[in-house]
C-alpha cells in the first residue's frame, strides 16, 4: 500500500468517526462528567454546582432504583433465555428444506420488523381487561373471571416480556441459523450410517457445533434487552407500582420528567457499566480471532 | 414409512405453529381498523372485519396521521441517504486499510453499536437545544445516523472486502480518479450489499422511538411511532384509529420483509457473525 493512498483512506474513513464521536463517544464522556454535577433542568440559577459522587450514594440509596435495577434483571434473564430457547427451536426447523421454506422465514421476521411501539399497542389490546382476546380465550364469555393483566404487578411484567419474547425470538432465530447452516451435511450422514439416532445426533453434532453462534445471540440479546423501554412506556408506563419500571424509563423519568438531569445521568452511568461488562465479556468469550477472521 | 409420515406431521406442526405464533395476533389487532366501532371492543370478538375504512378516515381527519407518516418518511429516507453515504465511504476505508487499522476501527465502530441510548441521551438532548435543533429533522437525522452507522460500515466493509483491489487498478490506468475508481466501478458492483444495509437502516430510522419521543416534542414534526404511542382518546382508548395508524406504519415494512427476507436475514447474520 502506498502512502498517499492511506491518507486518501484515512480521509474517507473521517466523517464517519466525526459523525461517532460527536454523538456517541462525546455524549458518553459528558454522561459521566454530569453524573458528578447537581443539574435540574428547569432551575439554570443553580449553576450546576460540582457535587463530587453525591448522585451515586444517592442512587445506591434509592430504593426505586434498587427495584428497577431488579426488575430489569428478570427482564433480561427470563426474556433471553425464552429467545433463544425457542429461537433455537425456530432455527431447526427452518434450517429443514422443505416447500415454502422461504416464505416460513418471512412469516417469522414480520414480527421482527413491526416498530416496536406498535406491538406494545398490539399487546396492550389483547391483554385488555374488559375485551381483550387474551381474556376471551382463557374465560370466554365469563366476563366476571378476566384479569387485568396490565394493572397486577406480576401479570404487568409477565406481559412485557411476552410481548419481547414475541418481538426478537426470530432475530435470534436468524442468528442460531447463521451457525447451523455452516455444519457439513455428510456429519449427519456419517452419524446415520453409525446408527445415531435424533438426540445423539443433536448432542454430539449439532450443538457442539451451534454454541459459538448461540453464545453471540446471547449476548446481544442481554445486552440489547437492556435497553427495553419502548414496550413498558407505551404498555404500563412503569406501573403498577413500578413493577415494570425498567432502568432506561426509570433514568428517562428522572431526566426528561423530573428534570434531574445530573441524577438521570448517574443512573445511565450505572446502565452503560453494567452493558460494558456484559460487552466485554462477550468479546472475550466469542475471542479476537472470531472477530478477526469476519474481516 | 411410518417414521417418514411422523417426520412430515411435525414439520407441519412445527410451521403452521410458528406462523400463527407470527403472525396471528398482528392480524387480530390490524383487524380493528377494519372495524366499527362496537365490532372493535365486542364480546365475543367479532373476527371476520365488516372492512369499513371509517378509523382510516378518522385517523387521517382527526388525529392528522398523514402529517406523521410524512414526518417519518422524510426523516427515515434522509437517515438512509446519509447513512449510506457515509458508510459507503467508510466500509470502503475499512476494506482497503491494513488489516490491524481496519481491525482496531472495527472494533470502536462496534464498540458504539453496544451502547444503551440513555447513556448518550442527556447530552445529546443538551447539544440538540444549544444548536436549536430540538424539534427539527436534523436533530433525529443526526442521531439516527450515528445509530445506524456501524452496522451499516460493517455490512458494507465485508462486501467491499470481497472486491478485488485489481478492479480499482484497471479503472486507475484507463484514468480514472481514485474516487472515480470507487464511484464508478466499486459501487455499482456493489448494489446487493449497498441494498442490504439501506433497508436496515431504514427499518430502523422508521421503527425508532426513544429518541424521537424526547427530541420532538412539537406534533408537527413528530415520526409516526411517537404518534401511535401518544395517540389519546377523549374519554376511551382510540383502538379503532391506533389500528389504522399501525397498520399504514407497518404495511410498508412487511412488504419488504416479504419481498427482501434474503437479504435482510444475510444483512443480520453479518452483524454477529461472518455473512
Redesign the interface.
Known amino acids: 500500500?502506498i502512502r498517499a493512498?492511506?491518507k486518501?483512506?484515512?480521509a474517507?474513513?473521517a466523517?464517519?468517526?466525526l459523525?461517532?464521536l460527536?454523538?456517541?463517544?462525546?455524549?458518553?464522556t459528558?454522561?459521566i462528567l454530569?453524573s458528578f454535577h447537581r443539574i435540574i433542568v428547569g432551575l439554570p440559577q443553580l449553576q450546576n454546582p460540582f457535587i463530587g459522587i453525591e448522585n451515586y450514594q444517592e442512587l445506591l440509596h434509592d430504593s426505586v432504583a434498587r427495584h428497577s435495577f431488579w426488575v430489569t434483571i428478570v427482564f433480561v434473564t427470563i426474556t433471553t433465555f425464552s429467545e433463544l430457547f425457542t429461537g433455537l427451536?425456530?432455527a431447526l426447523?427452518i434450517n429443514?428444506r422443505?416447500p415454502?421454506r422461504?416464505s416460513?422465514?418471512?412469516?417469522?421476521?414480520?414480527?421482527?420488523?413491526?416498530?416496536?411501539?406498535?406491538?406494545?399497542?398490539?399487546?396492550r389490546?389483547?391483554f385488555n381487561d374488559?375485551?381483550g382476546?387474551i381474556n376471551?380465550m382463557l374465560f370466554?364469555?365469563e366476563?366476571s373471571q378476566y384479569v387485568a393483566w396490565l394493572a397486577k404487578p406480576g401479570t404487568a411484567l409477565f406481559a412485557i416480556i411476552l410481548a419481547d419474547v414475541?418481538k426478537t425470538t426470530?432475530?435470534a432465530a436468524?442468528?442460531i441459523?447463521?451457525?447451523l447452516q455452516i455444519i457439513p451435511e455428510e456429519l449427519y450422514q456419517a452419524a446415520r450410517v453409525d446408527g445415531a439416532g435424533v438426540w445423539r445426533r443433536f448432542r454430539h453434532i449439532t450443538w457442539p457445533l451451534i454454541r459459538?453462534?448461540l453464545l453471540?445471540?446471547l449476548l446481544?440479546r442481554t445486552?440489547d434487552a437492556?435497553?427495553v423501554?419502548?414496550l413498558a412506556?407505551?404498555m404500563t408506563q412503569g406501573g403498577p407500582a413500578d413493577a415494570t419500571n425498567v432502568?432506561?424509563l426509570y433514568?428517562?423519568k428522572k431526566?426528561?420528567v423530573e428534570g434531574w438531569?445530573g441524577y438521570?445521568?448517574a443512573?445511565?452511568?450505572g446502565?452503560?457499566v453494567i452493558?460494558l461488562i456484559l460487552?466485554v465479556i462477550y468479546v472475550r468469550m466469542v475471542g479476537r480471532h472470531?472477530?478477526?477472521?469476519?474481516? | 414409512m411410518t417414521r417418514g409420515w411422523l417426520k412430515k406431521t411435525g414439520l407441519v406442526l412445527g410451521v403452521t405453529i410458528a406462523v400463527a405464533f407470527s403472525l396471528v395476533p398482528f392480524l387480530l389487532f390490524v383487524s380493528s381498523a377494519f372495524k366499527t366501532q362496537t365490532q372493535v371492543t365486542a364480546i365475543p370478538p367479532t373476527l371476520w372485519p365488516s372492512f369499513s375504512i371509517d378509523f382510516f378516515r378518522s385517523a387521517v381527519v382527526r388525529y392528522g396521521i398523514l402529517g406523521y407518516l410524512l414526518n417519518s418518511v422524510i426523516v427515515a429516507g434522509s437517515t438512509t441517504l446519509a447513512t449510506i453515504f457515509l458508510a459507503t465511504l467508510a466500509g470502503y476505508a475499512l476494506a482497503r486499510l491494513p488489516r490491524s487499522w481496519a481491525y482496531f476501527s472495527l472494533l470502536v465502530i462496534l464498540a458504539c453499536a453496544m451502547f444503551p441510548q440513555i447513556a448518550i441521551v442527556g447530552p445529546v438532548w443538551r447539544f440538540l437545544r444549544l444548536m436549536g435543533w430540538l424539534n427539527s429533522y436534523q436533530g433525529l437525522v443526526l442521531p439516527y445516523v450515528a445509530l445506524t452507522l456501524p452496522l451499516a460500515v460493517w455490512i458494507l466493509a465485508l462486501f467491499f472486502r470481497e472486491m478485488p483491489a485489481e478492479l480499482e487498478a484497471a479503472a486507475l490506468v484507463d484514468g480514472c480518479s481514485r474516487i472515480g475508481a470507487l464511484v464508478r466501478v466499486i459501487v455499482p458492483l456493489s448494489a446487493p450489499g449497498l441494498f442490504t444495509a439501506a433497508i436496515l437502516t431504514f427499518i430502523y430510522a422508521w421503527n425508532e422511538f426513544f429518541l424521537a419521543l424526547l427530541i420532538v416534542t412539537d406534533p408537527v414534526r413528530q415520526t409516526m411511532p411517537v404518534g401511535i404511542a401518544l395517540f389519546q382518546g377523549e374519554h376511551t382508548v382510540p383502538w379503532g384509529e391506533i389500528a389504522a395508524a399501525s397498520f399504514i406504519t407497518t404495511a410498508p415494512l412487511v412488504v419488504m420483509v416479504l419481498l427482501f427476507q434474503r437479504r435482510i436475514v444475510t444483512g443480520l447474520s453479518a452483524g454477529a457473525i461472518k455473512g
Open positions: 500500500m493512498d492511506r486518501f483512506l484515512l474517507l474513513l466523517p464517519a468517526v459523525v461517532l460527536v454523538f456517541i463517544a462525546a455524549p458518553i459528558q454522561s454530569l427451536l425456530l426447523l429443514h422443505f415454502g422461504g416460513l422465514r418471512a412469516c417469522v421476521l414480520v414480527p421482527w420488523a413491526i416498530p416496536t411501539v406498535v406491538s406494545a399497542q398490539m399487546w389490546f389483547l374488559s375485551y382476546l376471551y370466554g364469555n366476563v414475541w426470530s432475530f436468524l442468528l441459523l447463521a451457525g459459538p453462534s453471540v445471540a446481544f445486552i437492556f435497553r423501554f419502548d412506556f407505551v432502568l432506561q433514568g428517562y431526566m426528561f438531569m438521570g445521568s443512573i445511565s452511568v446502565v452503560f452493558v460487552a472470531l472477530l478477526e477472521a469476519s474481516l
